[in-house]
């Protein structure tokens, strides 16, 4: 089982109770009752899907692929859930076959009260394991708590205390040196419409013009802005955190680069604006 990994764990946990959804309501179509949308057991085998993959998703694009592949201790706890979950699951199978098997027969509501309740509540509890392993797993491995990395797409702070800069290092020799340009960071990639930086690895790209849109000045401005924080493990674009706007104490992040541009531009615009308040300021004095 050492193969395993947290992002082949979750989804299989999820797809379990996904199965799990299906099988109740046919059972309850098999028992001739509906469901009421807000039955407890119906709610949660609906939403449990979500609720699995949900904090695993928010944590990975913060964390990356060190937490996608998550250590002894968590994969081993995820194993025994989806152990547990299987277990739940196959009653309702077993219940669904009994039911087939029974046409006709006259059911006790408050029988079938008490094995569901049974069932959300057994089920309820092994989600919250799963979430308990997740966030000891964050603790132990990175000293922070999960709540620091839910706040926002890109924390600023997290990713200070992880890697002493929110930004790359590629970002940072461009933020030292101003005659460097991208092409010193980061490689051209084939399809000739995205960078991908040589300190992280990660792509950056514009998802709405294409590399050749842009001047190699816009493009290194953009790419001193780059932090090590990517969309997803699948999109490997790089979030941007806006450099004046850190100067300022403000946290400005964005995946467009087009959006960035036009932000920077502001900051120019600003800029200019100020320098020409400050002259006319100099020009009263004297
Ligand atoms: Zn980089
Ligand atoms: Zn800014």
């Known amino acids: 089982m050492a193969d395993l990994q947290l992002k082949s764990q979750l989804p299989d946990i999820a797809r379990k109770?996904?199965?799990?959804?299906?099988?109740?309501?046919?059972?309850?179509t098999k028992?001739?009752?509906?469901?009421?949308a807000d039955e407890q057991l119906h709610e949660l085998l609906h939403a449990g899907p979500r609720g699995v993959q949900s904090p695993y998703n928010k944590l990975v694009l913060r964390l990356g692929e060190e937490f996608a592949k998550g250590d002894d201790e968590c994969i081993a706890r995820f194993n025994q859930i989806s152990v547990d979950i299987e277990r739940l699951i196959d009653q309702l199978a077993l219940r669904l076959d009994n039911a087939e098997g029974e046409q006709g027969v006259v059911f006790d509501p408050e029988v079938e009260q008490?094995?569901?309740?049974?069932?959300?509540?057994?089920?309820?509890?092994?989600?919250?394991?799963g979430k308990s392993a997740l966030s000891e797993f964050v603790q132990r491995r990175w000293k922070i708590t999960p709540t620091v990395l839910l706040g926002s797409p890109v924390n600023h702070s997290s990713l200070r205390r992880m890697h002493g800069s929110p930004y790359c290092p590629g970002a940072l020799r461009l933020q030292r040196d101003l005659n460097a340009s991208i092409l010193d960071v980061a490689t051209t990639l084939p399809n000739g419409e995205s960078f991908r930086c040589e300190e992280c690895g990660l792509e950056l790209k514009d998802l709405e013009l294409p590399q050749q849109n842009h001047s190699e000045e816009g493009w290194t401005a953009v790419a001193r802005t780059h932090v090590r924080a990517s969309?997803?493990?699948?999109?490997?674009?790089?979030?941007?955190m806006c450099v004046e706007c850190q100067c300022l104490g403000r946290e400005h992040y964005t995946v467009s680069v087009r959006a960035l541009i036009h932000h920077l531009k502001e900051h120019v615009k600003l800029k200019k604006l100020r320098d020409r308040l400050d002259a006319a300021r100099s020009t009263v004095v004297l």
């Open 231 to 240: 969309i997803s493990l699948k999109d490997r674009r790089a979030w941007f």
């Open 114 to 129: 008490e094995w569901e309740s049974e069932l959300h509540d057994t089920l309820e509890e092994k989600m919250r394991k």
């Open 17 to 28: 109770i996904k199965s799990g959804s299906k099988l109740f309501e046919k059972y309850r």
């Open 31 to 36: 028992r001739g009752f509906a469901i009421n």
